[in-house]
């Protein structure tokens, strides 16, 4: 299968830039950086209730509201600062790794709220630029690896998560702008991590919904990269 040069076989790019979900309305005064060519870059709703004042020209349609319904997990400074990931087991129930079934939250989703208070309130770095918040989600993903499947992706809650944990830049044009090399990396991972973990569980179309995911940070599975996977459980 042909890929684009230094990408890792199976994955299949977008030849341009992939916007999946509304660009957020920005407040001024956040960190935002030129594209690169080869950047790869996926819109995202960083606070989808926001309500910011930015100029006509550069205004974008509001993000997608979140699920109705879905598990609301609420972090603030206090369970940041001490990687107390309780705040993620209390609202979806999941109390450890072994305990969660995917058909529970496919459906429902699971979406997150940061109450962060920034030390310095003309601090213009986005949430995914604080070290504390970024080490709160590795710990999370860490210890949950298949989260981002059951994420509520209308909402932009898996490129927000991504963010987390992939290198990237901002752009009030186009949002979330990854670096792709890393970003090829983590979808790489996560589809080693979910589709095994969804036929393990016996949820029907585990190729289909790994590909899915895959798709919504702008990359295409190969079949044969399933087909492999298969061949050596």
């Known amino acids: 299968m042909a890929t684009k040069a230094g990408l890792l076989p199976w994955l299949i790019p977008s030849p341009r830039h992939v916007s999946l979900f509304p660009v957020v309305q920005l407040p001024a005064g956040w960190c935002v950086s030129k594209r690169r060519a080869a950047d790869v870059a996926v819109s995202v709703a960083f606070n989808p209730s926001g309500n910011f004042d930015i100029s006509d020209e550069d205004k974008v349609e509001p993000p997608m509201p979140p699920t109705t319904g879905r598990y609301e997990v609420v972090i603030d400074n206090d369970s940041i600062g001490r990687l107390d990931l309780s705040p993620f087991q209390r609202a979806t129930g999941i109390s450890s790794p072994s305990s969660a079934e995917p058909k529970r939250y496919l459906d429902r989703t699971i979406g997150f709220t940061i109450k962060y208070r920034r030390e310095d309130p003309g601090d213009p770095r986005e949430l995914s630029e604080y070290p504390d918040i970024r080490l709160w989600f590795v710990r999370l993903d860490a210890m949950y690896p298949w989260l981002p499947l059951l994420l509520d992706w209308r909402a932009g809650e898996l490129a927000r998560y ?50 899915d995911m895959a798709r919504m940070l702008g990359f295409g599975i190969g079949d044969e990269l399933f087909d492999l996977i298969d061949h050596h459980q």
Do not use: C, D, I
Not at 163 to 169: K, R, Y
Not at 177 to 202: I, S
């Open 162 to 211: 991504a963010a987390m944990l992939v290198p990237h830049q901002m752009s009030l044009r186009m949002g979330v702008v990854f670096n792709p090399e890393a970003l090829e990396l983590f979808v790489m991972n996560k589809v080693f991590v979910v589709y095994p973990w969804l036929k393990r569980h016996g949820v029907p179309k585990p190729r289909l919904k790994t590909s």
